[in-house]
């Protein structure tokens, strides 16, 4: 069994720094868990005490049956791949792979054979003489995972071992990563600060900020259930909008015109003593183009609004249109924003807002378009702890 668990795990660097707080994770032998966060959120630092190139300040970690907290990283049986990919430039392919299992006095013949079926599973046998100078990135990243691979570890580590590669080559290594780690059930713990990496790699996404976890869930989960305002502003592309809004009885007042409120949402709301001003996220498919299903969602409220632009992507369009009344701000949203710009707070008081539509929308750029909401799908968080309380 190579399950890995975090108990109460803490980082604190001699500076004082404090990178990771009282992290609980379980991840289940052949597992495929992601650590995602934006820059400085503590998810490298979770992963080298995993690793063992940390130590850790306090918590329990343990690997398969044994607590490894003291142990160095070549007694965890754990096989680190680095965004870096770290090949030794004088060595052949096939040299770079064998190199952990000669470190390790393993007879070369098993080397030949363990390097050569690696070799095989990646897709690299012809070329297994070059140089790594010879290869492509995309092949160079293959090279350092079968390094990790011939080791037959119990788990790999794996921070940010894509994002030296462009965008296409991304999303195909996206892919085969996930296949070969099906393949070979490895339990596998990979870092990235790429949330569309996160939830198409995962079976389970860990989201982090400010070395706390925030939420730990499958992508789906945490899609469609967010348990705050950073997690919901994080997930999702296009991001989540939001609004202020007050509630009202059954109605929350918003730039958007009124929302009602569904009697769970209601309840839920009464039930947590929710305060009054509140902040409603609304994913961009939360709105529908009436024009073209005026049925769907019939109780929604409908807008009128003016099409500031249109993004057509071939099967859907986003369209993005003005609410006036001045962005939703909070600490969490603040952040959000600075984070390599997840989320548009709008400029000059107002605040753009995206919806996803059909491509068979009518929609026109400077064009009036009526849309319906589906407050089925809203959240509702508390501007000043951000968690969701719907
Ligand atoms: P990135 O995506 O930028 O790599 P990260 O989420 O992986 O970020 P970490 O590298 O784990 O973040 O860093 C977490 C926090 O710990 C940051 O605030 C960072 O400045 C701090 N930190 C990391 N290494 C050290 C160190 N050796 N000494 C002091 N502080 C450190």
Not at 199 to 220: C, S
Not at 252 to 273: A, C, H, I, K
């Amino acid at each position: 069994m190579a399950e890995i668990i975090l108990e109460g795990v803490t980082k604190r660097f001699p500076d004082g720094a404090l990178a990771v707080k009282d992290v609980d994770l379980d991840i289940a032998d052949g597992e495929f868990v992601i650590l995602v966060g934006p820059s400085g959120c503590g998810k490298s630092t979770t992963l080298n005490m995993i690793a063992g190139l940390e130590d850790i300040t306090d918590g329990t970690l343990r690997i398969g049956d044994r607590v490894v907290n003291d142990l160095a990283p070549k007694e965890r049986d754990v096989a680190m791949v680095f965004q870096s990919y770290a090949l030794y430039p004088h060595m052949s392919v096939r040299e770079n792979m064998g190199f952990p299992l000669r470190l390790a006095g393993v007879d070369k013949a098993t080397i030949n054979t363990k390097v050569e079926e690696a070799a095989r599973v990646l897709d690299l046998t012809e070329h297994l003489d070059r140089k790594p100078a010879q290869l492509s990135g995309g092949q160079r990243q293959r090279v350092a995972m079968g390094r990790a691979i011939v080791r037959d570890p119990k788990a790999f580590l794996m921070d940010e071992p894509l994002s030296n590669l462009d965008a296409k080559l991304r999303v195909q290594m996206r892919t085969q990563i996930s296949r070969l780690q099906r393949r070979l059930g490895t339990t596998t713990v990979y870092v990235t600060h790429d949330q569309t990496e996160a939830m198409t790699l995962g079976d389970r996404v860990v989201v982090m900020r400010q070395g706390l976890v925030q939420q730990i869930g499958t992508p789906a989960q945490l899609y469609d259930l967010p348990r705050n305002l950073f997690v919901a502003g994080f997930i999702g592309s296009p991001a989540m909008n939001f609004v202020n809004a007050t509630l009202e009885g059954n109605v929350l007042r918003s730039p958007l015109g009124d929302l009602p409120v569904d009697d769970r949402t209601r309840q839920s709301l009464e039930r947590q003593n929710a305060p009054r001003e509140l902040i409603v996220g609304l994913r961009p498919e939360a709105f529908g183009d009436v024009a073209l299903a005026p049925d769907r969602g019939r109780d929604g409220p409908l807008l009128t609004v003016t099409v500031d632009v249109l993004e057509s992507l071939g099967s859907d369009v986003y369209v993005y249109f003005t609410a006036e009344g001045g962005p939703a701000t909070t600490a969490e949203l603040e952040e959000l924003a600075a984070d390599s710009g997840v989320r548009d707070t709008g400029a000059g008081g107002a605040q753009h807002i995206v919806a996803r539509l059909d491509a068979a929308t009518r929609a026109r750029e400077g064009e009036p378009l009526e849309l319906r909401v589906d407050m089925s799908k809203a959240h509702v968080f508390d501007p000043s702890t951000g968690a969701n309380l719907t």
